[in-house]
Nanobody
Framework: QVQLVESGGGLVQAGGSLSVSCVAS????????MGWFRQAPGKEREFVAAVTAISGRTDYADSVKGRFTVSRDNAKNTVYLRMNSLKPEDAAVYYC???????????????WGQGTQVTVSS
């Protein structure tokens, strides 16, 4: 069982930067792939970024490539999402998720945080 708690969301102007983090409690954080997803009002939850458990290989949605960076610190049971050059369309609730397999769809993840709001003003 893994419990995930996101933090770091907030309000930022378009073009600005923001980092969100997700701390995991429970067992074997280092054995889980970690993903970031987001959901805007009236839209489906969409993949943002993911990082593998051990190798640290990453994958990104096309819409955030070159602007967002996902990383993890297994010693701190934490995964990070650094967001640069934010756009109004990046505004959403951002969720972190943990799963046994590296995946880019929500169904690939077993555990979810409660989400943190990111608002981007134009």
């Amino acid at each position: 069982q893994v419990q995930l708690v996101e933090s770091g969301g907030g309000l930022v102007q378009a073009g600005g930067s923001l980092s969100v983090s997700c701390v995991a409690s429970g067992s074997a954080f280092g054995s889980y792939a970690m993903g970031w997803f987001r959901q805007a009002p009236g839209k489906e939850r969409e993949f943002v970024a993911a990082v593998t458990a051990i190798s640290g290989r990453t994958d990104y949605a096309d819409s955030v490539k070159g602007r967002f960076t996902v990383s993890r610190d297994n010693a701190k049971n934490t995964v990070y999402l650094r967001m640069n050059s934010l756009k109004p369309e990046d505004a959403a609730v951002y969720y972190c998720a943990a799963g046994r397999l590296f995946a880019v769809t929500p169904r690939g993840y077993n555990y979810w945080g409660q989400g943190t709001q990111v608002t981007v003003s134009s």
